[in-house]
């Protein structure tokens, strides 16, 4: 019996919204689970770092309540990964804080009681730190340096879930899985490996599936549908107009990926060398010859994130000639100036802050890599401090605001005065946050490092 | 004449907080060909502030792709960060200039 596993994933992240028609006719198709991203590290640190979600708590609300409502008309399990962008515990109470929110203003169908489960993989930093110390962590390229006090220093450190965490989650029955830090791709590919599918079919689906309709000609439309069978699988968006092409699925490998071939996840990883790419009718693919290679130990990627600072940022903008034309000479000069007053004036020593000016218009984008220039008709400087405190960060920024305003290019021209678009001119930017793990960690068992809880509403 | 004069796009991206990859879609195979023959790994690592071998190069034949990875000079958030998608790294690439062809 060639049994197929039909996904339907409505967009790549909860919170970036979906075509709710492609939706509608999504569910028409009856696939057998909703699996939807809740986040990743693409944003940055601070995530992580603050344990918060980057997105509008009411914009995932709304959605989420149209994927519940379309998993209450199918009675399939709904399953989100990566909760709350980070996927800390607070994310996924979050989430499930959410969810009883929506539960509650819905009418039951026959009084059917909800089961969520939630799946936590953050980790305690004393217990990575044992892990370290019993050498089970081991790192990936590029390697970063890494001792006990790293690891004690993360403000929050999670494991990214695999199948096998997502799968133990789906066996409780749960209607909702909320999941803690998850792989993109583990929270599609659970189901269909559970049913025994083609376990290279399963993992390259999940892939080409984890960014929605990314994958089509239509990527804004969000919703995709994967059929995944014993043999490979087969992907087609359902938005008006959309289609799945061999070169928009094929090339979807390519995507946040440094191997176009090669993708590595919990347990093994999936390699795609010798993968066969056809179109079928108008707007399907078919794809057969992925290959699943388990390996062992059994790993979970970490993450972590560390508070590294504090900063205050100042933006002028200059748009006389004579300051754009000199601009870099003008910041050379002012920054040699800024270093003295506050050598004298905060008595702040130049290894305990960092000033840096970026100069929008010259080379804010790239630096040093920037090969063009062209003057133009104005520049912004936008200064950035980096301190220890937010009130060292401060006291710079203040100390900086009156010469951002008014110094001059040399000491025989008038008083300039240049453009704040803002009072005050700085901003106090709050805690700043640096990733510092790119490592797995070794289990003998995989769900040695997540908490299961089921709950019924 | 320059990459993108040659190519139907070129996207780069992060891989995660410490790798930067770089997609140049060739769209067709004369343009395949010529940036397989024409844009050399030195040239891309020099664009990127990268010594050569630490370029990944992954010249794709059957999508037309031809694709490098690099780590990232500094990890993704770093102060020192100025572009936390690396998505503008793309147009370095773009801009490279491609030797006349023979």
Redesign the interface.
């Known amino acids: 019996m060639n049994k197929i596993i039909r996904v339907l994933v409505p967009s790549g992240v909860l919170g970036l919204g979906f075509d709710p028609k492609a939706l509608a006719d999504a569910v028409a198709l009856k696939p057998d689970v909703i699996c939807i991203d809740g986040g990743s590290t693409d944003s940055g640190p601070n995530s992580l770092g603050t344990s918060t979600s980057k997105y509008s708590r009411a914009v995932c609300l709304r959605e989420w309540r149209q994927l519940m409502r379309a998993r209450a008309q199918l009675d399939v399990p709904l399953i989100i990964g990566s909760a709350g962008t980070c996927g800390t515990d607070d994310m996924v109470d979050w989430m499930f804080d959410i969810t009883r929110e929506i539960a509650a203003g819905e009418e039951r169908q026959g009084n059917r009681p909800l089961k969520v489960a939630r799946l936590y993989t953050e980790q305690d930093n004393t217990i990575v730190a044992c892990a370290f110390a019993q050498q089970r962590i081991k790192p990936l390229e590029p390697q970063l340096p890494l001792d006990a006090d790293t690891i004690d220093s993360c403000e929050h450190i999670v494991a990214l879930a695999g199948a096998e965490q997502i799968q133990a989650a789906l066996a409780t029955g749960a209607d909702i899985i909320i999941a803690g830090r998850t792989t993109d791709t583990a929270v599609v590919s659970a189901l269909p490996l559970m049913r025994r599918c083609h376990a290279g079919a399963a993992w390259h689906a999940a892939k080409i599936a984890e960014c929605g309709a990314l994958c089509s000609t239509h990527p804004t439309s969000g919703v995709i549908i994967v059929d995944i069978d014993q043999s490979g699988f087969t992907i087609y968006p359902t938005a008006a107009g959309a289609r799945c092409t061999p070169q928009s699925v094929s090339a979807h490998m390519l995507y946040e990926n440094t191997d176009p071939f090669i993708l590595y996840e919990p347990g093994g990883h999936l390699d795609v060398r010798h993968t066969h790419y056809e179109a079928q009718g108008d707007a399907q693919v078919r794809v057969t010859g992925s290959q699943w290679v388990p390996t062992s130990p059994y790993t979970l990627k970490l993450e972590g994130a560390r508070l590294v600072g504090y900063q205050t940022i100042l933006l002028a903008l200059l748009r006389h000639p004579h300051y754009v034309t000199h601009a870099k000479a003008w910041v050379n000069r002012l920054t040699g100036f800024l270093k003295r007053e506050i050598s004298v004036s905060l008595e702040l020593p130049e290894d305990r802050y960092e000033i840096e000016f970026r100069l929008i218009g010259v080379d804010a984008t790239l630096g040093k890599l920037e090969t063009r220039s062209a003057e133009g008709v104005e520049t912004g400087v936008l200064v950035i401090v980096t301190a220890s405190s937010q009130a060292e960060a401060d006291e710079i920024g203040k100390l900086i605001n009156p010469f951002l305003l008014h110094y001059p290019l040399t000491d025989e021209e008038p008083l300039p005065t240049f453009a704040f678009p803002y009072s005050p001119a700085q901003t106090s930017r709050g805690p700043l946050f640096g990733f510092c793990l790119n490592h797995v960690l070794q289990l003998d068992d995989p769900m040695s490092a997540v908490r299961l809880e089921v709950t019924t509403l | 004449m320059k990459v993108i004069d040659v190519v139907s796009s070129v996207r780069s ?7 930067v ?1 770089i ?1 140049i ?1 060739c769209g067709s195979v004369p343009a395949f060909n010529r940036i397989v023959a024409g844009l050399t790994t030195r040239q891309v690592g020099d ?3 990268q010594p050569e071998a630490a370029v ?1 190069r ?1 010249d ?1 034949a ?2 037309h ?1 031809v ?1 490098f ?1 690099v ?1 990232r000079p500094v ?6 960060d ?4 690396g998505a ?2 793309a ?2 690439i773009e ?1 490279l200039v491609l030797p006349d062809q023979q």
């Open positions: 991206k992060n891989a995660g907080p410490f790798w990859t997609d879609f664009a990127l502030g990944k992954f794709i059957s999508l792709v694709k990875s780590h990890v993704q958030g770093h102060p020192a100025r572009d936390l998608h503008q790294w147009v370095l801009e």
